[in-house]
């Protein structure tokens, strides 16, 4: 009778109507983390473009203004397309398994969120080719370019709605899923941090979202309905735009970054055989960083004439979050610290995340103070601080949890060799091309530009070569997970040696319906 319910549970459709009706959490998990991947390429192409047209002085490739809107999509789709997608897509996937639930609480809002995603992609994607082309005022949407832009700037809107309200339906999801339906005895203060932390960052999405999709409705009613929020020729305010934006661009650099803190705080105890150290100040440092993110936000706006009590009181603001993120940061050394360490390709991602992503908050400690921003304001010193927080923050802790929960997912071992060599190519291609923005920036070479002085050019010629070895990289990484989904050695059910945590109790490949009977936490 058991193996006939168990026979029972591993059916599932087969063909398209599989992917396009399916309600299962895996299946969706799969569906986001390929979706993301494929934004990645088409952001990372367009990063190519950017870098390929500042290989020297002068224009080579392209004009101004399509340069331009290169700079606003990759940022846009970088955001929206391959970082919130591809935490959404493992906490889909791991949440349920790792507090014993059957699925997700809203199975078939779970489908709708995921299938609002492709159309929205598209949207932004078709903006390039509508009459003006693509917006050419960043990722950010500044007015008052915004507001005199062509009808890409439409889609643009049209495409932030649809990826919002997508985040609000995924966040309500694992919120009442995390809430709900955790295993008996499975208490808040003994759930796995990567749950936690997605706990936290769904709280956030709820309350961010909504400020921007207020934000970029005011710049459409100011477009076409005649009211004036931004534009300063009936009375309006470009600066207010972004107060309003900031408001939720700030907490979203948590949202993209704590999930990652979560990977690290899996990753790091398993490959230390150690149990993670200070638990609970994890936790609450989590929380602190959230409720932090939002007394923070005018930090990006020092030059655009604030009061010096205003900026004072940001500067200060900004400084603190400094120190919960610390906590974490010296958590997860300690530990390491006399850990049984090993050295597989995932711990290789936690490491290193852990360790650029410090670089990155050392960065955004000079930036936080506001006379030193008025030299760093809109130069390259911010694209260099940018990317180590979000790339090695978010995008190394995806990779690395990829390499960690692959096996578990498709019961095979991914190639051990192969994945190093993906992880030093990335590390090499990463830092060769963002480093030395560091010292354009301090040099005083503004961002956004297509051309720029002779003086600039060796440094930008180095990051170039760096991004064209990082996007390379990543098609190492395409090979390696297509040839782990194939075939390879089988994967055990406790796939690494020092893993705790319900995920490793379940066979790899994972069945297709986990804990028809929660499991009993002890």
Same mark, same amino acid.
């Given at each position: 009778?058991? !193996?006939?319910? +168990?026979?029972?549970?591993?059916?599932?459709?087969?063909?398209?109507?599989?992917?396009?009706?399916?309600?299962?959490?895996?299946?969706?998990? +799969?569906?986001?983390?390929?979706?993301?991947?494929?934004?990645?390429?088409?952001? #990372?192409?367009?990063?190519?473009?950017?870098?390929?047209?500042?290989? =020297?002085?002068?224009?080579?490739?392209?004009?101004?203004?399509?340069?331009? =809107?290169? !700079?606003?999509?990759?940022?846009?789709?970088?955001? /929206?397309?391959?970082?919130?997608?591809?935490?959404?897509?493992?906490?889909?996937? =791991?949440?349920?398994?790792?507090?014993?639930?059957?699925?997700?609480?809203?199975?078939?809002?779970?489908?709708?969120?995921?299938?609002?995603?492709?159309?929205?992609?598209?949207?932004?994607?078709?903006?390039?080719?509508?009459?003006? #082309?693509?917006?050419?005022?960043?990722?950010?949407?500044?007015?008052?370019?915004?507001?005199?832009?062509?009808?890409?700037?439409?889609?643009?809107?049209?495409?932030?709605?649809?990826?919002?309200?997508?985040? @609000?339906?995924?966040?309500?999801?694992?919120?009442?899923?995390?809430?709900?339906? %955790?295993?008996?005895?499975?208490?808040?203060?003994?759930?796995?941090?990567?749950?936690?932390?997605?706990? @936290? +960052?769904?709280?956030?999405?709820?309350?961010?979202?909504?400020?921007?999709?207020?934000?970029?409705?005011?710049?459409?009613?100011? %477009?076409?309905?005649?009211?004036?929020?931004?534009?300063?020729?009936?009375?309006?305010?470009?600066?207010?735009?972004?107060?309003?934006?900031?408001?939720?661009?700030?907490?979203?650099?948590?949202?993209?970054?704590?999930?990652?803190?979560?990977?690290?705080?899996?990753?790091?105890?398993?490959?230390? %055989?150690?149990?993670?150290?200070?638990?609970?100040?994890?936790?609450?440092?989590?929380?602190?960083?959230?409720?932090?993110?939002? @007394?923070?936000?005018?930090?990006?706006?020092?030059?655009?004439?604030?009061?010096?009590?205003?900026?004072? /009181?940001?500067?200060?603001?900004?400084?603190?979050?400094?120190?919960?993120?610390? *906590?974490?940061?010296?958590?997860?050394?300690?530990?390491?610290?006399? #850990?049984?360490?090993?050295?597989?390709?995932?711990?290789?991602?936690?490491?290193?995340?852990?360790?650029?992503?410090?670089?990155?908050?050392?960065?955004?400690?000079?930036?936080?103070? !506001?006379?030193?921003?008025?030299?760093?304001?809109?130069?390259?010193?911010?694209?260099?601080?940018?990317?180590?927080?979000?790339?090695?923050?978010?995008?190394?802790?995806?990779?690395?949890?990829?390499?960690?929960?692959?096996?578990?997912?498709?019961?095979?071992?991914?190639?051990? !060799?192969?994945?190093?060599?993906?992880?030093?190519?990335?590390?090499?291609?990463?830092?060769?091309?963002?480093?030395?923005?560091?010292?354009?920036?301090?040099?005083?070479?503004?961002?956004?530009?297509?051309?720029?002085?002779? =003086?600039? +050019?060796?440094?930008?010629?180095?990051?170039?070569?760096?991004? /064209?070895?990082?996007?390379?990289?990543?098609?190492?990484?395409?090979?390696? @997970?297509?040839?782990?989904? %194939?075939?390879?050695?089988?994967?055990?059910?406790? *796939?690494?040696?020092?893993?705790? #945590?319900?995920?490793?109790?379940?066979?790899?490949?994972?069945?297709?319906?986990?804990?028809?009977?929660?499991?009993?936490?002890?």
């Amino acid at each position: 009778m058991a !193996t006939a319910a +168990t026979a029972h549970h591993e059916e599932h459709p087969y063909g398209i109507t599989r992917w396009l009706y399916t309600t299962n959490h895996k299946d969706i998990g +799969t569906l986001y983390l390929w979706f993301s991947f494929a934004m990645a390429i088409v952001g #990372g192409t367009m990063a190519l473009v950017i870098r390929a047209e500042l290989w =020297q002085p002068g224009l080579q490739i392209v004009e101004p203004g399509f340069f331009n =809107q290169m !700079t606003a999509l990759h940022g846009l789709i970088m955001v /929206f397309g391959l970082v919130m997608p591809a935490f959404v897509g493992l906490a889909n996937w =791991q949440i349920p398994m790792m507090i014993g639930a059957p699925d997700m609480a809203l199975p078939r809002m779970n489908n709708w969120s995921f299938w609002i995603l492709p159309p929205a992609g598209t949207l932004l994607l078709l903006s390039l080719f509508a009459p003006g #082309g693509a917006p050419q005022a960043g990722w950010t949407l500044y007015p008052p370019l915004t507001i005199q832009m062509g009808m890409g700037m439409d889609f643009v809107i049209l495409s932030v709605h649809m990826l919002g309200i997508s985040s @609000v339906l995924g966040s309500i999801n694992i919120i009442a899923t995390i809430l709900n339906m %955790r295993a008996p005895g499975l208490t808040l203060m003994k759930m796995p941090l990567f749950v936690w932390t997605w706990l @936290v +960052t769904a709280f956030l999405l709820l309350a961010a979202i909504p400020v921007l999709a207020g934000a970029v409705t005011m710049l459409l009613t100011d %477009r076409h309905f005649g009211t004036h929020f931004f534009n300063a020729a009936g009375g309006g305010d470009p600066v207010m735009f972004q107060h309003v934006f900031w408001f939720f661009g700030h907490p979203e650099v948590y949202i993209l970054v704590l999930p990652a803190f979560g990977v690290f705080s899996q990753i790091i105890p398993t490959f230390s %055989r150690k149990p993670l150290f200070g638990y609970e100040s994890m936790v609450y440092a989590t929380m602190s960083i959230a409720f932090l993110s939002f @007394v923070v936000w005018a930090h990006h706006m020092y030059t655009v004439g604030m009061p010096t009590a205003g900026e004072l /009181f940001f500067m200060y603001t900004t400084m603190m979050i400094a120190v919960p993120t610390g *906590v974490k940061v010296f958590n997860w050394v300690a530990t390491m610290w006399r #850990g049984s360490l090993s050295f597989e390709t995932p711990m290789l991602y936690a490491i290193a995340g852990v360790f650029l992503f410090t670089i990155g908050g050392l960065s955004g400690l000079m930036l936080s103070i !506001t006379p030193a921003d008025f030299q760093y304001h809109d130069t390259y010193f911010v694209v260099a601080h940018f990317h180590y927080v979000i790339f090695a923050g978010s995008v190394l802790a995806i990779i690395g949890a990829v390499y960690y929960w692959m096996p578990k997912w498709t019961g095979h071992m991914y190639n051990e !060799t192969l994945g190093k060599w993906h992880f030093w190519l990335t590390m090499i291609g990463f830092n060769l091309t963002f480093f030395p923005q560091h010292f354009l920036g301090l040099a005083g070479m503004p961002r956004r530009i297509p051309d720029y002085a002779l =003086q600039f +050019t060796e440094f930008n010629q180095w990051s170039t070569v760096g991004a /064209f070895i990082l996007a390379l990289a990543q098609l190492l990484f395409l090979y390696i @997970v297509i040839q782990t989904i %194939r075939g390879g050695e089988k994967a055990s059910g406790r *796939v690494w040696e020092g893993a705790e #945590g319900l995920e490793w109790t379940v066979p790899s490949p994972a069945p297709y319906h986990t804990f028809a009977t929660p499991p009993k936490i002890r």
